[in-house]
Every structure is written in structure tokens, then in C-alpha cells.
């Protein structure tokens, strides 16, 4: 079974707009951790943010938000005031259990700011 | 701080032959992963160390793939035979250690074309 599900067509945004990726996951362990991570054309895997499970607060790391809805199991990120650079994938994954680090990732989504 | 490094950057091989990617982890991480990355999906661990011995090698097709990490730094991912299906960016990453939070670093990535 799928762990993490990313189903959103390619995006288009417009830049200083806010876009929200959404992030769904399945997991029966009550501890784990959820991670967003960009990958531009280059190819590189970027950590952007992470909430963990018994955390109460939405993470938030600058223009990145997580909008933490735990009992609809869903971990959408949420981009402000878009910027060219953030054209890029972006994948959600998720950590289960505290005792490895064993990351299951998403499909990614495609975002793409434009002028 | 240097960050993980990996090489070659791109391969081009025929099916039926060897390959092998090596990476150097952020000095001091305990962790290292070897992840896969077909066109269009997520990645997918493939094998993660701690120190020099193996953590989780359960996606790992053992028929044809495998991986060492002499002396707890550098690592090496060998394919042989390699198959078309075998076309990816094989992704390195590493951490400080495992269990609880321990953000991933990753590497630029190998990308291979078995042809």
C-alpha cells in the first residue's frame, strides 16, 4: 500500500502567490515524522521543513508552512509569496517509528512559478 | 561544510554490464542511504548503513545489486548485471545517526542510462 500519496497535476503559479502541495499519508504507528523536500532541475533533494507527529504547533521555516491536519492524516506544504526559484519538485515523505530513519517518499509535485 | 559527495554525475552503460557509483557522506554522519530514483517517482531506499554495517537492506535486489561501507565513511553501489529497468538517479544521502529526528543530507545524484 501506497504510504505517501502526492496526486496534484503539474502547478502553475504566479510569482509573490501562495501555492499549497498537498501531502497525504498512511500509517498505523503513532510516532512518526513527515518531511518536504524540493528538487530543482538539478537534481538535488533540498530538506524544506519537518513536523513531527506529536508535535501540536504546524512546523514553519521562513516562506514554508506545513499545514498539519492529523486526524485526516494529511501534511499539505504551503509556499508564500512564490519566487522564481521555487520552480521546481517537490516531494513528501514520511519516517515511521523512532527507532530508524527510513524515509517512504511521495510522487512528487511539480511546481512552476511564473513571471 | 561539505556535503555529500558523489560520483560519476552521469553513466552510460550497455545492459549486461557493471556499474558502480561511489559516495563520500558529510563528515561525522553514522548514517548513510543509497536511494533509487526512476523518472517520475519519488525515491526508494534501496539500503541504509549505520557506521559499516547494514540497517535495512530489504528493497535492495540482492540478485544483482550490491553495496559495501568500508570502515564507516565512504560507500560504494554496484549493479551487475545491469538491466534496462535499471535507468535511475541512485541517490546517496546520510545523517548523524538514526531513530528519532535526523534530517537526511543528499547528494547530486548519479544519473544511469543502461541502454
Known amino acids: 500500500a501506497q504510504k505517501i500519496t502526492q496526486t496534484q497535476p503539474g502547478m502553475f503559479v504566479q510569482e509573490k502567490e501562495a501555492v499549497t502541495l498537498d501531502c497525504t499519508y498512511d500509517?498505523?504507528?503513532?510516532?512518526?515524522?513527515l518531511f518536504w523536500y524540493k528538487q530543482p532541475s538539478s537534481g538535488e533533494m533540498i530538506f524544506l521543513i519537518y513536523?513531527?507527529?506529536?508535535?501540536?504547533q504546524n512546523a514553519t521555516e521562513g516562506r514554508y508552512s506545513l499545514n498539519f491536519q492529523k486526524a485526516r492524516k494529511s501534511a499539505n506544504l504551503v509556499i508564500s509569496a512564490s519566487q522564481l526559484g521555487d520552480s521546481a519538485m517537490y516531494f513528501c515523505a514520511m519516517r515511521e517509528g523512532l527507532e530508524n530513519n527510513r524515509l517512504a517518499f511521495g510522487k512528487g509535485n511539480q511546481v512552476v512559478v511564473i513571471p | 561544510e561539505a556535503g555529500v559527495a558523489q560520483s560519476p554525475r552521469y553513466k552510460i552503460i550497455e545492459k549486461r554490464q557493471s556499474v558502480a557509483f561511489w559516495c563520500n557522506p558529510i563528515?561525522?554522519?553514522?548514517?548513510l542511504y543509497w536511494y533509487q530514483q526512476i523518472l517520475g517517482q519519488g525515491p526508494k531506499l534501496l539500503i541504509q548503513f549505520q557506521n559499516n554495517g547494514v540497517v535495512d537492506d530489504s528493497q535492495l535486489p540482492k540478485d544483482r545489486f550490491s553495496a559495501e561501507r568500508l570502515k564507516g565513511v565512504d560507500s560504494t553501489l554496484k549493479i551487475q548485471p545491469a538491466k534496462l529497468e535499471d535507468s535511475a538517479v541512485y541517490l546517496c544521502a546520510s545523517s548523524i545517526g538514526q531513530g528519532g529526528y535526523n534530517e537526511q543530507f543528499f547528494g547530486p545524484g548519479t544519473r544511469l542510462t543502461v541502454l
Open positions: 513536523q513531527g507527529s506529536y508535535d501540536e
Open positions: 563528515s561525522g554522519h553514522a548514517t
Open positions: 500509517t498505523s504507528d503513532q510516532s512518526y515524522g
